[in-house]
Every structure is written in structure tokens, then in C-alpha cells.
């Protein structure tokens, strides 16, 4: 590992420095009159100290059989130019080419200095709290159920449940969210995030390789494996490339001197050597190789700053088209609490009765709705028997009545009538009669105006909602956000296949957003999944291709944003590298212009130019 002097005086600096005094000193006693041999020998110090790292990297690449990397191009280009005589051009494409690696090493480091702060987000040390004594260990070692003690100051090592004490937590590290949440008994604490104030006793809920911060490494570390449609272009693009410009220089060089003497004229030998080195040095893939690459890593590190999670650049591509956007209704569009707004009795029947025995069928579900309507009647019996009829409702013996409690359909299927109009999110019967009706809200999150206004903005063309929910339930929400199409009383199938239908209109990239287990299939069908990091179900997070870890729905059109201008970027430079290399190759296959240093402007200023516009991913604070 080059070992660093300073923040910038790196190995490549000295190098660059050292070499280009040499290389004035040769220039001056060339221009001096100083004898040949010295000044000779001058250039020769100047090409090795500027070139020993590239010829040793070069050296390494000839043993591993990648004969056609940089390192050797620049090593002939340089060698060449020796051999004809171009001395002060020869050190010169060296130490360009040290210089674009210099801005190359600094972008990187750059790049990474946001993945690298989520490194510290995961903490090594936890305080675990035993008998009354309180033992610092590795967080490692924590075991579920564990009881640790959070202090101010102090990162939550793992995910937990806080059992004691009050204090602000800032989740910026994990989330993007710049605003402490205030936390007490109950409130759930994601691993990595900070504790401002107070102290905290907590559950250990997760063992720290399952935890949020552990989650989040590991997101970003798959991510950068996941090569975008444009760094395998690029791939692909240097394999046929590379050899071919190679291939071109050496008939350029030797070939065409070769016919001119077979012809009877002069050979031109240094002349047409002189192009094909410059040929060479043109066409050094490096602005292609480094800049495209980087323009994602730092889109997805920028990205992950704010909280947004991208699991490959491939996934950027995706998103930077997405023209439909699907969401799930319960926790993604709302808020996923829910409360009983009205009660509906039949005639004859008492409203506690209807609440006594709703509450009764619903004493061990564990959905949302079920535990609204409880709240309601906390003390009725508990049931003998409960059969779950999967998007229905439920169907329980309590005190041996058979009670229902679900949809119109349930009630349907059970041979039970129902006065004509009758209204409601969930009805009830007991013994083939009907009994009423319960009518439960969900409130619209906050952020989902703002989110489908700007994602109107962005260009999406449809956004929708598939849910499980009734009709009665999902169309208020529909049309408190002007949705496109709402599509309700989906089993996950239905779901499914829905996403299916709008997958096959090929109208544009098709987006879902999820959080249960049961939008893991549709999240990983769709052309971008979407899951909301802090409450998503595992299965969902793992079928996804971008993880919001704050788990608000605006963080949606900023991650369009951030893809489209990174894909945009990728684009900027392909399109800007290939031309300047183009133009220039023609000028020296043609001899219009020969000179070495406009090859390395073509080679080693493009690069730099093209590195310097890729660091713009990294700029997503305002996006």
C-alpha cells in the first residue's frame, strides 16, 4: 500500500514533482547546448523516477497475462517515444498519466468517504446490564432478550426495545433524518443510530449481524458488485477495443513503413512510428474505465448519505426510467394506525354486543385492524376457536356462537343477508345474523401529497395503489391523493399479478413500494422494488433493489433524481470520451497532427475531465 505523506502530498505527487523538475532540468540543457549523452542521461533519470511504479504495475499485468491494461500502453507509449527520440514528450506522457492517477486515487477516496462513515454507523461495544451490573462487551456477543444500557452520546449497538427512560434519538447516520425523535417505554431503537440525551434501558431485539446498521453494510458492499448496463458496456467495450487500437498501432507503425519500402518509396520510419505511438497513447481506455465506474460509486455513496439504499448500479438504470409507481396502502401511503371511526349496529342489537363480540374473533390476530378494535373492548372473552379465510376475515366460536368478522364477501359466503346499503370497513355476524358494521381509518401519511406531486413532476406518468384493504377503506385514501387507479381486496397473488398486467404494457420501468412479508414477491417481480428499510419486513429488504431507510415515502423522488443524474453523468462521459478520442485519432492515423501531447490531452486530460464530472454524483444534498 503507497503510503501516504498527507492528506495530498501522496507517492503520485512526489513522483509528478521530482519527475517534472527533472524534466525542465533536461529541457533547459537541451536548449543550452549541453552534450547529447547528458542530456540523454537527464531524461532517463527524470522517465524513472516518473515511470517506476507504472513499468512494476505493468511488469505485473505481463505475469498475469493482461498484457493490454494501461500500465503497458503507457509503458510503450513512453519507451517509444524514447527510442525516436521525442525524450522530453516520452517523460511527459508519464507523468500526465501519474497525474490523472493522482485525481483518479483522490476521487475514490472521496467516493468513499460516505461509505466509509457508515462503517462507524455499526458500534463495537455495547453495555449489557446483568443482576444490576452493568459489563461492557462486544456487541457481538449480545444474545436476544439481553438488557443493555444506552448512555448519551452513546451509538444503540443493536436493534432493541427501550423497557426504561426517555432521550432523543438522531438517526442521521442511518436515515438521512436530520430531526431527533423523541423516544420512551415500547419505542423500537434501530442499531447505529445516536442517543442526544438521557439514558436508555432496552431488549435486545436483534443480534447485531440482523441488525439495521449491519443490514445497511452489507446493502452497500452487494451494491457495488452490481455492475450498471453502462460499466458492462464498458466491460465490453475495452475487451474488443484495447486489442483492436493495438493491433492498428503496430500496422501503423511497422505495416505501412513496410509497404512504402516493398513500393519503392521512403519508408518514413520515425515519422509513422511517431503516429502510431501517439495512436497509442489515444487510445488508452482510462477516461471509459475509471470515470463511468466512479460516476456510480459515487451516485450510490452519495445516495446512501441520505438514507437511500441502491443495490447495484444496474438498479439505477431501472429507476432513472420508471414511469408507473405502485404502492401498498397500510404503513407505505398511511400510517398504518389504525383507529374505529364509526360503529353501525343492526336494529335490535347493542353496541356493546356487536364490540364485545368483534373483539372476541379478533383476540389473537395480529393485524392492524384487528388490534383497533380491540382497544375498543378490552375485556371480552377469548375465543375457543378462530379460522383465518386469507383476505376475508376471520370466522371464531365464542361461547358457542359462531361469530364472523370480515368483508361483505365473508358474510356473503357464510349465507348471511345484509340490509341493502349497508356500510362499513369490517362486518359482523354471530349465528347466520347480522349484527352491524365497524368503520376503520387509516390517516394519510404526510409526506404522500408532496411525494405524488413530485413524482408527477419527475415524470411518472401513473401512480396507483394495491392493497389488501377493502374498497370502502382504500378509495379515500385514492382519492385524497388523486391517485391514477386503485386496485383493492388483493391477496398477494392478486397482487402479483397485477403488477404482472402493468409490467407487460411495457409503458415504461414499473416501481412497487412495500413493506410486509407479503409484498416480498411483488417488490422482487417488479422492474424496481422498493421496501421501507426501518419497518420492512426482512423478505421484503431482501427482494429489493432500493431500500428508503427512513422509511418516508419522500425519499422516493429524490432517489429518482439521484439515478437519473447519475445515469445522466455515465452518459456525459462516454459520449465526451469517445468523441475527443475519435477526433483525435483521426488527426494522428492521418498525420494532420502527430503531437504527443495532444495525445495526452486525449488520454490523460479526458480522464481527469471525465473523473472530475463523475464526482458530481456525489452532490445530492440539493437534488
Known amino acids: 500500500m503507497k503510503k501516504r505523506l498527507s492528506p495530498y502530498l501522496t507517492h503520485e505527487v512526489w513522483q509528478v514533482l521530482f519527475g517534472g523538475l527533472l524534466l525542465l532540468a533536461g529541457v533547459l540543457a537541451e536548449r543550452f547546448g549541453a552534450p547529447g549523452p547528458a542530456v540523454l542521461a537527464v531524461f532517463l533519470v527524470a522517465l524513472a523516477v516518473a515511470g517506476y511504479t507504472v513499468w512494476l504495475d505493468a511488469i505485473k499485468g505481463i505475469l498475469r497475462r493482461d498484457l493490454l491494461d494501461e500500465k503497458f500502453l503507457m509503458t510503450v507509449a513512453s519507451v517509444g517515444a524514447f527510442v525516436i527520440g521525442s525524450y522530453a514528450e516520452g517523460v511527459a506522457v508519464m507523468l500526465?498519466?501519474?497525474?490523472?492517477?493522482?485525481?483518479?486515487?483522490?476521487?475514490?477516496?472521496?467516493?468513499?468517504?460516505?461509505?466509509?462513515?457508515?462503517?462507524?454507523?455499526?458500534?463495537?461495544?455495547?453495555i449489557r446490564l446483568s443482576d444490576g451490573i452493568e459489563e461492557e462487551i462486544d456487541a457481538d456477543d449480545l444474545s436476544l432478550g439481553d438488557t443493555v444500557v444506552i448512555r448519551p452520546g452513546d451509538r444503540v449497538p443493536v436493534d432493541c426495545a427501550v423497557l426504561d427512560g426517555r432521550a432523543l434519538i438522531?438517526?442521521?447516520?442511518?436515515?438521512?433524518?436530520?430531526?431527533?425523535?423523541?423516544?420512551?417505554?415500547?419505542?423500537?431503537?434501530?442499531?447505529?443510530?445516536?442517543?442526544?440525551?438521557?439514558?436508555?434501558?432496552?431488549?435486545?431485539?436483534?443480534?447485531?449481524?440482523?441488525?439495521?446498521?449491519?443490514?445497511?453494510?452489507?446493502?452497500?458492499?452487494?451494491?457495488?458488485?452490481?455492475?450498471?448496463?453502462?460499466?458492462?458496456?464498458?466491460?465490453?467495450?475495452?475487451?474488443?477495443?484495447?486489442?483492436?487500437?493495438?493491433?492498428?498501432a503496430l500496422l501503423m507503425g511497422i505495416g505501412v513503413p513496410l509497404i512504402l519500402l516493398w513500393t519503392g518509396h521512403a519508408p518514413g520510419w520515425t515519422d509513422w512510428l511517431h503516429r502510431a505511438l501517439t495512436f497509442l497513447v489515444v487510445s488508452c481506455p482510462c477516461a471509459l474505465v475509471i470515470s463511468v465506474p466512479l460516476s456510480f460509486f459515487g451516485g450510490i455513496g452519495g445516495a446512501a448519505s441520505e438514507g437511500i439504499l441502491f443495490k447495484g448500479g444496474n438498479r439505477m438504470n431501472a429507476l432513472a426510467h420508471v414511469k408507473t409507481v405502485c404502492c401498498d396502502k397500510t404503513g407505505t401511503l398511511t400510517e398504518g394506525k389504525f383507529e374505529v371511526r364509526a360503529i353501525t349496529p343492526a336494529e335490535g342489537v347493542e353496541r356493546e354486543t356487536l364490540l364485545s363480540l368483534a373483539a372476541s374473533a379478533e383476540r389473537n390476530s395480529t393485524h392492524p385492524i384487528a388490534a383497533a378494535i380491540r382497544e375498543l373492548a378490552p375485556a371480552a372473552p377469548s375465543p375457543a376457536s378462530v379460522e383465518e379465510r386469507a383476505g376475508r376475515g376471520i370466522v371464531a366460536d365464542v361461547n358457542g356462537r359462531r361469530v364472523l368478522v370480515g368483508s361483505k364477501k365473508l358474510l356473503a359466503e357464510e349465507g348471511v343477508s345484509m340490509p341493502d346499503g349497508a356500510q362499513g370497513s369490517v362486518f359482523v355476524a354471530s349465528n347466520g345474523q347480522y349484527l352491524g358494521s365497524l368503520t376503520v381509518g387509516d390517516a394519510v401519511r404526510e409526506e404522500s401529497r408532496d411525494t405524488v406531486a413530485r413524482l408527477r413532476r419527475h415524470g411518472v406518468r401513473r401512480i396507483g395503489m394495491l392493497t389488501g384493504d377493502t374498497e370502502e377503506n382504500a378509495k379515500p385514501v385514492s382519492d385524497a391523493l388523486s391517485l391514477d387507479f386503485v386496485r383493492a381486496s388483493l391477496l398477494p397473488d392478486g397482487k402479483y399479478k397485477a403488477v404482472e398486467d402493468l409490467i407487460a404494457e411495457r409503458n415504461g420501468s414499473v416501481l412497487y413500494v412495500g413493506d410486509g412479508i407479503n409484498d416480498a414477491p411483488v417488490i422482487a417481480l417488479a422492474d424496481v422494488g422498493v421496501a421501507m428499510g426501518g419497518v420492512g419486513s426482512d423478505a421484503a429488504i431482501e427482494a429489493a433493489d432500493l431500500v428508503i431507510m427512513s422509511d418516508k415515502l419522500d425519499r422516493l423522488p429524490k432517489a429518482i433524481r439521484i439515478a437519473r443524474r447519475t445515469v445522466s453523468i455515465a452518459r456525459q462521459n462516454i459520449v465526451f470520451a469517445l468523441a475527443v478520442k475519435l477526433a483525435i485519432l483521426i488527426l494522428s492515423a492521418t498525420g494532420i497532427n502527430t503531437s504527443m501531447w495532444l495525445a495526452v490531452f486525449a488520454d490523460v486530460g479526458v480522464a481527469v475531465i471525465a473523473i472530475l464530472n463523475a464526482m458530481r454524483a456525489l452532490r445530492v444534498k440539493r437534488l
Open 170 to 248: 438522531d438517526a442521521a447516520s442511518l436515515t438521512g433524518e436530520s430531526v431527533p425523535v423523541e423516544v420512551g417505554p415500547g419505542s423500537a431503537l434501530s442499531s447505529g443510530t445516536v442517543c442526544r440525551n438521557g439514558r436508555l434501558i432496552a431488549r435486545v431485539e436483534r443480534v447485531a449481524d440482523e441488525s439495521a446498521a449491519s443490514r445497511v453494510l452489507s446493502l452497500v458492499e452487494d451494491a457495488n458488485e452490481a455492475k450498471s448496463r453502462q460499466e458492462n458496456f464498458i466491460t465490453r467495450f475495452s475487451r474488443v477495443y484495447t486489442p483492436a487500437v493495438v493491433l492498428a
Open 96 to 126: 500526465f498519466f501519474l497525474a490523472g492517477e493522482y485525481f483518479e486515487h483522490q476521487a475514490v477516496a472521496r467516493s468513499r468517504k460516505s461509505i466509509r462513515a457508515l462503517m462507524d454507523v455499526r458500534p463495537d461495544r455495547a
